[in-house]
């Protein structure tokens, strides 16, 4: 049925930047809105983005100036831009996305994670 794939991850320098995509997969499939969650090792879960069609974003405190979220004009896509990244933003990195099949709501579904580490 649904796959929402996550890609994007990888090892940066400090000061760098990594795209994060978030894709629904399969004809017919669409994002409607998504949110962009991270763990650190050892840490809870926290919220890092949320995109709402007609918005407006939020983005947690540490994030906000550095990070954008966005979603492709095709709706098929959402994207987690991260620049000037700091070794404290190193953590798996989750999408969780509302998800339809042409009109019919399917609920939200999470991917798989991407690990973005931050290091010299």
């Known amino acids: 049925q649904v796959q929402v794939v996550e890609s994007g991850g990888g090892l940066v320098q400090p000061g760098g930047s990594l795209r994060l995509s978030c894709a629904a997969s399969g004809s017919g499939f669409w994002i409607e809105a998504a949110n962009w969650y991270r763990q650190a090792s050892g840490k809870q879960r926290e919220l890092v983005a949320s995109?709402?069609?007609?918005?407006?974003?939020i983005y947690e405190n540490s994030v906000q100036g550095r990070f954008v979220i966005s979603r492709d004009n095709a709706k098929s896509t959402v994207y987690l831009q991260m620049n000037s990244l700091k070794p404290e933003d190193t953590a798996v990195y989750y999408c969780?996305?509302?998800?339809?099949?042409?009109?019919?709501?399917?609920?939200?579904?999470w991917g798989q994670g991407t690990q973005v580490t931050v290091s010299s």
């Open positions: 995109f709402t069609p007609g918005g407006p974003t």
């Open positions: 969780n996305a509302e998800v339809y099949r042409d009109l019919h709501n399917l609920g939200d579904y």
